[in-house]
Nanobody, 129 residues
């Protein structure tokens, strides 16, 4: 069973930055494509970014392109989300997710929650105006 634990959330002013981390245990981290999602109050969980198993390919939702960067360190079993130029619309609980299935395509964005098998408990990000 894979366990994911997010950290790094907090309160930040608009224009500021945060770096989220997601530490994985209990599985073969380097074999999992990883994703970041977020959920704002009253809204559905939405895709933010995902990264390939090697870390060489990343995809982003349009609203965060140029501001957020997803990366991973397979030696540390950790995936990161560097968030810059934050604005109040980025306020949400941020979740990391791991996909553990035999079929995989580098060209797929895996932007749907049902495409992932393991989830962390989330970390709150609040951006004040």
């Amino acid at each position: 069973q894979v366990q994911l634990v997010e950290s790094g959330g907090g309160l930040v002013q608009a224009g500021g930055s945060l770096r989220l981390s997601c530490a994985a245990s209990g599985g073969t981290f380097s074999s999992y494509p990883m994703g970041w999602f977020r959920q704002a109050p009253g809204k559905e969980r939405e895709y933010v970014a995902r990264i390939s198993r090697s870390g060489g390919i990343a995809y982003y939702t349009d609203s965060v392109k140029g501001r957020f960067t997803i990366s991973r360190d397979n030696a540390k079993n950790t995936v990161y989300l560097q968030m810059n130029s934050l604005n109040p619309e980025d306020t949400a609980i941020y979740y990391c997710a791991a996909r553990n299935r035999p079929n995989y395509s580098e060209r797929s964005t895996y932007a749907r929650t049902y495409e992932y098998d393991y989830w962390g408990q989330g970390t709150q990000v609040t951006v004040s105006s």
